[in-house]
């Protein structure tokens, strides 16, 4: 009898390995699909098959997938997201050629332009801030003078907030125009800037499974212009009310976007007019979410994901009830990592779940301002917010690094 196999499209630095583990713990083999499976590297750690294929080339995953049922029985298709949110879109293709569980791609593809997704959202009347779509500098200008200064501005398509800046003034307006203008910025077609209203107030992050609000999850980022994410805490203090309203409008989402297959992400800011949101993710989020939920609750979002992908039932009943709160360690300054240790004595601090390093000495750091900046993270539970905090800070004072900053021009 050919083995079962599950097929993931591209990998991911936070949470692909996870997929891996849970799919051997469900009796499957992963099998990675990827542009550049090196860039992976737990895919070689872990001794994962994974084969270099064009991932945008949706003909040439259809001829892999056929390629492999030669030997396999393909149980199931997933994937992630990657920096244009284009996977998704793909894998609901695949699934939909190969019969296989999945999302509708047209669904999917709503929400990867972000702009199409906004004007979905209003239409459904949906509250998310006012916005605009540009294509030069010109047309930036003009979009956030009608919306007024501060504004927001990023891609229309891309995720992990790449290239996404707030801007309280012209010149700062100018100077990430140019930006996203630039060369390093790379469009598949002409360019699409979203301008946003800055919608201010406290971020969270509802976690949605099929048609259910499974979780809400508090989230802080650091500093302004940049909105990197520095903390979680699942499931987020909230009162009665505010988590009604969370999940009422993250609801009215997914019957917007016709969404409701697998997992869905929803970013929302509680502000002076309630909730609203910022954007929507048909996918489980990245970064430390899934391994708080598991924490917190028990309950692995990753494993009955993959149940639902091969055509089973999730179990989404919660094992326990405590507080889970993640640290995301962000470098100081751009440079050669020296050193970094410390996390073997963070680890072994009684309440920590897990930590992580991504970097190893002699690493060049370069911030760029979004999720890449994360140089690891630690994860700590208890019964209770304040204990989890304590833990939280007591492993992550334990962890230190150097960082000799490149030399300047002239040097």
Request: net charge negative; with cysteine; charged share 20%.
């Amino acid at each position: 009898m050919a083995r079962r196999a599950l097929i993931l499209v591209e990998g991911h630095r936070s949470i692909g390995f996870l997929y891996v583990n849970a799919a051997e713990r469900l009796g499957l083999c992963p099998i990675t699909l990827s542009a550049d499976p090196t860039q992976y590297d737990y895919l070689a750690a872990e001794g994962i098959e994974a084969i270099r294929v064009d991932t945008t080339n949706l003909d040439a995953l259809i001829r892999e997938c056929c390629r492999l049922r030669e030997t396999y029985d393909i149980a199931g298709i997933t994937g992630f997201s990657g920096l244009d949110e284009s996977i998704p879109t793909t894998v609901g293709k695949l699934c939909r050629h190969f019969d296989l569980p999945g999302p509708n791609p047209a669904s999917i593809e709503r929400c990867h332009d972000k702009f199409t997704q906004r004007q979905i959202l209003a239409e459904a009347g949906v509250p998310i801030p006012a916005y605009r779509l540009a294509a030069n500098a010109t047309d930036v200008k003009s979009a956030a003078a009608e919306i007024g200064l501060p504004v927001i501005v990023k891609p229309a398509v891309g995720s992990g907030s790449s290239g996404v800046r707030l801007c309280h003034n012209a010149d700062e307006l100018a100077e990430h125009t140019s930006y996203l203008l630039g060369e390093k910025q790379v469009w598949r077609s002409s360019p699409r800037i979203l301008i946003e209203e800055f919608a201010q107030g406290s971020h969270y992050s509802a976690e949605i499974m099929g048609n259910e609000a499974f979780g809400i999850a508090a989230v802080d980022f650091g500093s302004p212009p940049h909105f990197v994410s520095l903390e979680y805490i699942y499931p987020a203090v909230l009162t009665d009310d505010e988590h009604r309203r969370i999940t009422d409008v993250s609801l009215s989402c997914l019957r917007a976007l016709d969404l409701g297959w697998g997992p869905t992400n929803i970013d929302i800011r509680w502000t002076r007019r309630g909730p609203v949101v910022i954007e929507v993710n048909p996918r489980l989020a990245g970064g430390t979410s899934p391994q708080l939920v598991q924490a917190a609750c028990g309950v692995d979002l990753i494993a009955e994901h993959i149940k639902l992908v091969i055509g089973g039932e999730w179990n989404l009943c919660k094992r326990h009830s405590h507080i889970a709160a993640a640290r995301i360690l962000v470098a100081d300054c751009d440079g050669t990592l020296d050193w970094i240790d410390g996390d073997g004595r963070a680890a072994a601090v009684p309440g920590v779940a897990e930590v992580k390093l991504y970097v190893e000495p002699k690493t060049p750091i370069v911030r760029k301002g979004d999720f890449r900046d994360a140089i690891g993270y630690v994860i700590a539970v208890s019964p209770t917010l304040a204990q989890t905090e304590t833990i939280l800070r007591r492993a992550v004072d334990l962890i230190h690094w150097s960082i000799t900053p490149f030399p300047t021009i002239g040097e």
